[in-house]
Structure formats: C-alpha cells, structure tokens
C-alpha cells in the first residue's frame, strides 16, 4: 500500500515538473525527458523504494 501511495506523489509530481519544462521554459518543441520504456514517474518510484 505505502508503495502505491509512492507511486501517486512521484506522478503527480512528473505531471507538474513536465508541464513546468514545457510552459514556463518554452521547450514545445524540444522533449527533456527522454523517451524510455517506463514512465518517469515508475523510475522515481523504484529509486525511491
């Protein structure tokens, strides 16, 4: 249970830092995330843990 409420603040925070990076930085058309095969949000979720 503590793992999914982990999982919920690490997407909820990827969610801002993503619309951060591309409002307030101007990149639309530049991706700073990389593309990977897990979301951002399962990464910070396992480093986490």
Same mark, same amino acid.
């Given at each position: 249970?503590?793992?999914?409420?982990?999982?919920?603040?690490?997407?909820?925070?990827?969610?801002?830092?993503?619309?951060?990076?591309?409002?307030?930085?101007? /990149?639309?058309?530049?991706? !700073? *995330?990389?593309?990977?095969? /897990?979301?951002?949000?399962? !990464? *910070?979720?396992?480093?986490?843990?």
């Amino acid at each position: 249970m503590e793992q999914v409420a982990i999982f919920y603040d690490a997407d909820d925070f990827c969610k801002t830092y993503e619309k951060y990076c591309m409002h307030s930085l101007m /990149m639309e058309k530049q991706r !700073i *995330i990389p593309r990977t095969r /897990m979301a951002l949000s399962e !990464i *910070i979720t396992i480093l986490i843990k």
